[in-house]
C-alpha cells in the first residue's frame, strides 16, 4: 500500500526540535483524494493514534476510516507511529520528513498546523510548549511525499522486474524501497494542491502516466498558443477599425473666410 510521509519547510528562529508536543494525544488534520473517483473530502478530517479500528480481513488498522462520499469507496489511513521525527534546525528552511501515513484508496493532499506544538531554544534548552501553529507565522510550508513500486525498474540502461509495494522517498531524492531497499524507479509525477500557502505536493511513481500526461499538457498548451495568436490578430483588426472610425467622427477643422 502507498506510504505517504508529510514534510514540513519552516524558518525556525532560536529554537529547534519542532515536534507535536504529545504524540499520543495529537491530532494529524488532513484532507484526502479518493483514488477512485478523485473527490477531495470537504471537511478536515483527523488521524489519532488513539482512535484506532481493527479493519477486515486482518487489514491491520486505520486511524481513519471512512467512505467516499460520491462514490462510496473505503478509504483509511494509519499513522506510522515509528516514523515521527522532529524538524531540525539544522535543515533550517529545507523539506524534512515528521511523519509517515499508510492509505488504502485515499491520498493526503493537505494538512493543518493547528495547535499542540512544541520546540526547544537552541541555547538554553527551554522548552517552548502549547505553540499555536494556526497562522503558520514563521513555519512555512507543507508536502506529503509518496511513491510505490510499478512493477518494474531500470538498473544500468535495462528494465528489471521488481514487485515491492513499500516504496518511499527520502529527502536524498532517492527512491528506497522499505523491504528490499531498491533505489531506482522509472520516474515520477507531481500534483499541486490548490491550497496557495501550504505548497502541499505529492509525487507518485510511474513513467508512462507521467509521459501522458506532459504530452496531454503540450498539446494544451500547443492550442492555448495558437488561441492567443488568433485573439492578438482579432484585436489588431479591431483597433485598425476604431482607429478608422475615429478618423470619421472627428470634427471637420474650423475654415475662416475673408472678404479681399
Not at 16 to 22: A, G, N, V
Not at 45 to 73: M, P
Not at 81 to 110: H, L, M, W
Request: glycine content about 6%; overall charge negative.
Amino acid at each position: 500500500m502507498p506510504i505517504f510521509a508529510l514534510e514540513i519547510k519552516a524558518n525556525l528562529v532560536g529554537v529547534t526540535d519542532l515536534r507535536p508536543e504529545d504524540y499520543e494525544n495529537f491530532r494529524w488534520y488532513l484532507k484526502l483524494k479518493c483514488t477512485q473517483c478523485g473527490e477531495v473530502t470537504e471537511n478536515w478530517v483527523y488521524a489519532d493514534i488513539t482512535e484506532a479500528q481493527e479493519l477486515s480481513k486482518g487489514h491491520g488498522i486505520g486511524h481513519i476510516v471512512g467512505k467516499c462520499s460520491f462514490c462510496a469507496r473505503q478509504n483509511t489511513v494509519e499513522i506510522l507511529t515509528d516514523s515521527y521525527k522532529s524538524y531540525s534546525v539544522e535543515k533550517n528552511e529545507q523539506f524534512q520528513p515528521i511523519v509517515r501515513f499508510e492509505c488504502r484508496g485515499a491520498e493526503p493532499v493537505d494538512f493543518d498546523f493547528r495547535v499542540g506544538w512544541r520546540a526547544e531554544g537552541i541555547e538554553s534548552s527551554t522548552v517552548f510548549e502549547d505553540i499555536d501553529l494556526n497562522e503558520k507565522d514563521g513555519y512555512g510550508n507543507q508536502r506529503f511525499l509518496a511513491a510505490e513500486c510499478v512493477g518494474e525498474r531500470r538498473a544500468e540502461g535495462k528494465a528489471s522486474s521488481h514487485s515491492c509495494e513499500n516504496l518511499l522517498k527520502e529527502p536524498s531524492d532517492v527512491y528506497i524501497c522499505k523491504n528490499c531497499s531498491s533505489d531506482e524507479m522509472v520516474g515520477y509525477g507531481s500534483l499541486y494542491s490548490t491550497n496557495p500557502f501550504s505548497s502541499t505536493r505529492l509525487e507518485v511513481a510511474g513513467t508512462k502516466e507521467c509521459e501522458e500526461a506532459l504530452l496531454r499538457i503540450e498539446l494544451q498548451l500547443t492550442e492555448f498558443r495558437g488561441a492567443l495568436e488568433r485573439l492578438a490578430a482579432m484585436m489588431k483588426t479591431i483597433e485598425e477599425k476604431l482607429k478608422f472610425c475615429s478618423a470619421l467622427t472627428a470634427p471637420l477643422p474650423k475654415m475662416i473666410f475673408q472678404s479681399l
